[in-house]
Structures are given as C-alpha cells and as structure tokens.
C-alpha cells in the first residue's frame, strides 16, 4: 500500500537547508494498521505530506496505494484520505450536507453520496448530529466528523495527523474505538502520528519510529520493547552504599538507596538475583519488576524521552 525508496525532502532556506526526511524505505502492507512516532521536529508532518502528494520529494520515490507520488498524484489523492489536525468541514453547510457535497467533489453520484454519508454517520454515531453545524460540535464529535469527511470517497489507505491530540481521554478512547470499528467494516490501511505512546503500544500493530528524518526503528511494539529496551528490576537497599554494591555485583546502576538492573526478563531473574544479593551480605528493603514502555524504547534509542517535551497540552 506504501512503498518507499530512498525518499527525501531538503528545504533550502537563505541562510539554512534542512534536510527534514532523509533516504526512507518503507513498505506498508495492505489493512495494516500503523503508528508514525518520533520527537518534534523529526520529519513525520514531512513524510505524510509527502506520501499525500502536499509536498514534492527532492528525491527517491513513493508509490502510495498504487500510484506515483510525483508522476500520478491525483491517482494518489483519489485513493487515500487524509485527516490532518486541523478541521476538514467548513461552517456552510451542516453535517449530513457537509458529508454528502464532499462526496460530490469527489465525483460520487447523489445517490451514491446520500448512501456513503448514511453509512459513515451510522459507523460514528453522527446520526443525531446530522443536522448540527460543525461549529456546534464538540472536539471529539468534531473529530469523528472529520475521520468520516476523510473516509466518504472509500480510500483504501487513511493517513490520521495526530487523531486523538487535544482531546480528553474519555473522547480519545472514543476515536479509537471508532477509528477500531471502521478499520473491522472497511479493512482500510490506517497510517497515523501520534504522539501517546500507550496508543501505539495497545492499538497499532507495527510502530515506526524516525529521527532526525530516519527511521531508526520498526517492528511491533512488543519486537521494540523486547529488543531495544528489555525489562528491569529495580531494588531498594537499606544504605547508599549496600545500593552502590549491589549495582556493582548485579550490573545495574545506583541512584541514592535505588539501584535499577536492565534483564530481558525480570520475573524470570529476580529470584537469583535476590539470591547473590544475600549471598554477598546486601540486604534489600524492596524490590519490583516493570516491562518497558514504549517511552523506554525511544530512550534507548534517542537518548531522550518523548515525554519531556513534546506532549502537547
Ligand atoms: N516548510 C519548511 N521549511 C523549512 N523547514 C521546514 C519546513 N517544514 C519542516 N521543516 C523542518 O523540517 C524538519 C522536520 O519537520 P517536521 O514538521 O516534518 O517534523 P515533525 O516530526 O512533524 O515535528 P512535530 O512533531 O513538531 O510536528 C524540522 O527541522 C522543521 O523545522
């Protein structure tokens, strides 16, 4: 459905170039569902803009949803929707009507408009919102307008800019469960940014991280997880420095009394580790297991974490 060789995109300023997507290869399969992460300033507003044909490659290639990102990009448009992170739906016209015009723009009949509007009001319960105008909605019915907006003309491929930003978590559990729904009705590609690590983790089934416009890894979340990050133990001594000598013995590193001990599997490593800690006299007031994050993973990897800076309020 995606298919990318060495796609690049510099932007030469006066006094500056940027080199914002540097060389990706990507392949995404059909029905996939896909997170795009990766710290500001990454490259992922490039790279989507460049697969949605809204920006020229400076160059390699894209074929996206069978088409040619710079020799055929209407054959692309007309096969993929795309939900940025601003609204899709001016305040003319209400929502039914809003839907079924777009759907004309698209080149569908009346009837057949009429019909796929129904269809996307019913999958994410617009239906009493039908006659409201966009203006009236709130943030997350406004978003559920907008996915069905990006859906009327059947795209086999989807591209969501940030789709649960900005919205509480009863709203963003909502989206997903609509964004789940029309994935189960419709079978499309779905390829989204985000940047709430627990979302890719629980609901996308291959996570591709980039930075500094190179993706730097890809697999799913628990491929990442177990590769990259590994589990941890982190024990509680009694003293500063029976913590500095059980760092030592165990291989991890001493934080005041707290010593944390990177394993591929803690549950399985804590009893022996236990069992040399008592064995060399240390005695160990606590001690707790935790399975990395995603959050860990992006740590590793780009010795930062996504969560400093970059969440949005
Ligand atoms: N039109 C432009 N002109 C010059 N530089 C640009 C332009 N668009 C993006 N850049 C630069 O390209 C790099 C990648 O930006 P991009 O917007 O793709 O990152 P991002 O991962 O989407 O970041 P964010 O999470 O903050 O939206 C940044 O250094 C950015 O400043």
Redesign the pocket.
């Known amino acids: 459905m995606i298919h990318t060789r060495g796609l690049t995109r510099v932007?030469t300023?006066k006094k500056e170039t940027?080199e914002?997507?540097r060389g990706i290869d990507l392949d995404v399969e059909p029905g996939r569902l896909v997170a795009f992460l990766?710290?500001?300033?990454?490259?992922?507003?490039?790279?989507?803009?460049l697969l949605t044909t809204l920006l020229p490659p400076t160059s390699g290639t894209a074929v996206v949803a069978g088409h040619d990102v710079t020799r055929d990009p209407a054959g692309v448009r007309s096969r993929i929707g795309y939900v940025g992170q601003k609204n899709s739906a001016g305040e003319s016209f209400r929502v039914r009507d809003e839907l079924v015009t777009q759907g004309r723009c698209y080149g569908l009949t009346v009837s057949d408009a009429v019909a796929r509007a129904g269809e996307l009001m019913r999958l994410l319960d617009l239906e009493d919102l039908a006659t409201r105008r966009p203006g009236t909605l709130s943030g997350g019915q406004r978003r559920r307008l907008d996915i069905a907006l990006g859906l009327i003309h059947r795209p086999d491929l989807l591209f969501l800019d940030e789709p649960s930003t900005g919205l509480d978590p009863k709203s963003r559990a909502d989206i997903w469960r609509h964004i789940l729904r029309l994935r189960e009705a419709y079978g499309t590609t779905l390829f989204l940014?985000t940047?709430y690590l627990e979302e890719a983790d629980n609901m996308a089934e291959r996570v591709v991280i980039?930075d500094n416009?190179s993706i730097i890894a890809d697999g799913t979340a628990e491929q990442l997880k177990n590769d990259l990050a590994g589990d941890s133990i982190t024990l509680t001594a009694h003293t500063g420095q029976d913590a500095a000598r059980a760092a030592d013995l165990t291989g991890g590193v001493a934080e005041g009394v707290t010593v944390r001990v990177r394993v591929p599997n803690a549950p399985a490593a804590l009893p022996e580790c236990l069992r040399a800690l008592e064995a060399a006299g240390i005695k160990v007031a606590a001690a707790e297991t935790a399975r990395p994050t995603l959050d860990d993973v992006f740590l590793t990897l780009t010795g930062r974490s996504l969560t400093d800076d970059?969440l949005p309020a």
Request: no cysteine.
């Open positions: 932007f300023m940027v914002a997507v990766g710290p500001n300033g990454a490259g992922k507003s490039t790279t989507l803009r940014t940047h980039i416009g970059d």
